[in-house]
Structure formats: structure tokens, C-alpha cells
């Protein structure tokens, strides 16, 4: 059974930073697509940020501020999110798929505010 588990969310001034982490179990780490996404409240659920295979692509609303990386030795995938605006306030969710099969993490809140 594969899971995901979050964290590193919470609050944070507008121009701060924050790290969100997702350690992965119960499939075969390094064949997987990684992702982050986000979902604001009253919107659709976004791609921030996708890894796969040494390649990452990123939402432009985040480029140059976000970096995913990912650990195949640890089952991990991390978001550093660097100059945070209040419009990136949202629940993020990791997202892992292996072939046709996807998962997602419970999500994390972000807030970004003064």
C-alpha cells in the first residue's frame, strides 16, 4: 500500500521561505513521477512543480522561486518554496504515480500572510 506523508507547512511573512517535505512508502521510489501540487480555496487544484527522471518543470507563477528536488535513497520528494507571496497560500499535496497509478498526500497548509 503506498503512502504519502506531508509536512513542513505553516505560516509565513510575505518574502519568507518555507521546505515541505514527502516521504514515500510502499512502491518502488525511484520509477515514480514526483509532483507538487496546490489548491487555493475556490480554485482548481494546480501543478506547482513535477521531477522525474533528473528532468523538473515548474508553474511559471513559481519559477525562480521554487525548487523540487527528490532523494531515491530516502523515498523523498521536497519543495523549497524561497520568496513567498501571499498568492501562494494553499493547501500542497504530493502527488507520486508509478505507470498508470497515482496517489496523492493528505496535504499540507501553506499561508503566507503579515
Same mark, same amino acid.
Request: aromatic residues 10%.
Given at each position: 500500500q503506498v503512502q504519502l506523508v506531508e509536512s513542513g507547512g505553516g505560516l509565513v511573512q510575505p518574502g519568507g521561505s518555507l521546505r515541505l517535505s514527502c516521504a514515500a512508502s510502499g512502491t518502488i521510489f525511484r520509477l515514480a513521477i514526483m509532483a507538487w501540487y496546490r489548491q487555493a480555496p475556490g480554485k482548481e487544484r494546480e501543478l506547482v512543480a513535477r521531477i522525474f527522471s533528473g528532468t523538473s518543470n515548474y508553474a511559471d507563477s513559481?519559477?525562480? +522561486?521554487? &525548487?523540487? !528536488?527528490?532523494?531515491?535513497? +530516502?523515498? &523523498?520528494? !521536497?519543495?523549497?518554496?524561497n520568496s513567498l507571496k501571499p498568492e501562494d497560500t494553499a493547501v500542497?499535496?504530493?502527488?507520486l504515480q508509478v505507470a498508470s497509478n497515482v496517489y496523492w498526500g493528505q496535504g499540507t497548509q501553506v499561508t503566507v500572510s503579515s
Amino acid at each position: 500500500q503506498v503512502q504519502l506523508v506531508e509536512s513542513g507547512g505553516g505560516l509565513v511573512q510575505p518574502g519568507g521561505s518555507l521546505r515541505l517535505s514527502c516521504a514515500a512508502s510502499g512502491t518502488i521510489f525511484r520509477l515514480a513521477i514526483m509532483a507538487w501540487y496546490r489548491q487555493a480555496p475556490g480554485k482548481e487544484r494546480e501543478l506547482v512543480a513535477r521531477i522525474f527522471s533528473g528532468t523538473s518543470n515548474y508553474a511559471d507563477s513559481v519559477k525562480g +522561486r521554487f &525548487t523540487i !528536488s527528490r532523494d531515491n535513497a +530516502r523515498n &523523498t520528494v !521536497s519543495l523549497q518554496m524561497n520568496s513567498l507571496k501571499p498568492e501562494d497560500t494553499a493547501v500542497y499535496y504530493c502527488y507520486l504515480q508509478v505507470a498508470s497509478n497515482v496517489y496523492w498526500g493528505q496535504g499540507t497548509q501553506v499561508t503566507v500572510s503579515s
